[in-house]
């Protein structure tokens, strides 16, 4: 099985370096874990085609394309804040 190529988008990025070194490190970590299983390791956002991974209160919220085998980073944030955020996409 080929491994997923994970792209980072420059608003993620930038959200990324806003939170906690120790949050941070894990959402990496995290979204790291995707390479092989993006799918299996991620939970889908109800009424769209987004998936999400956790790391206490913060999210990443993806975007999984298969036949490129890419997982898009979209957007990184507190939960509280994530999915208002998400309404403008």
């Given at each position: 099985?080929?491994?997923?190529?994970i792209e980072w988008h420059k608003k993620a990025i930038k959200e990324l370096r806003k939170i906690?070194?120790?949050?941070?490190?894990?959402?990496?970590?995290?979204?790291?874990?995707?390479?092989?299983?993006?799918?299996?390791?991620?939970?889908?956002?109800?009424?769209?085609?987004?998936?999400?991974?956790?790391?206490?209160?913060?999210?990443?919220?993806?975007?999984?394309?298969?036949?490129?085998?890419?997982?898009?980073?979209?957007?990184?944030?507190?939960?509280?804040?994530?999915?208002?955020?998400?309404?403008?996409?």
């Amino acid at each position: 099985m080929t491994s997923f190529k994970i792209e980072w988008h420059k608003k993620a990025i930038k959200e990324l370096r806003k939170i906690p070194r120790t949050r941070a490190k894990q959402l990496l970590l995290a979204v790291d874990s995707l390479k092989k299983e993006p799918i299996t390791n991620s939970l889908p956002l109800r009424g769209c085609s987004f998936r999400k991974v956790r790391a206490g209160n913060y999210r990443a919220i993806l975007q999984v394309l298969n036949s490129k085998k890419i997982i898009r980073v979209l957007l990184v944030g507190h939960r509280k804040n994530i999915y208002k955020k998400m309404k403008g996409k």
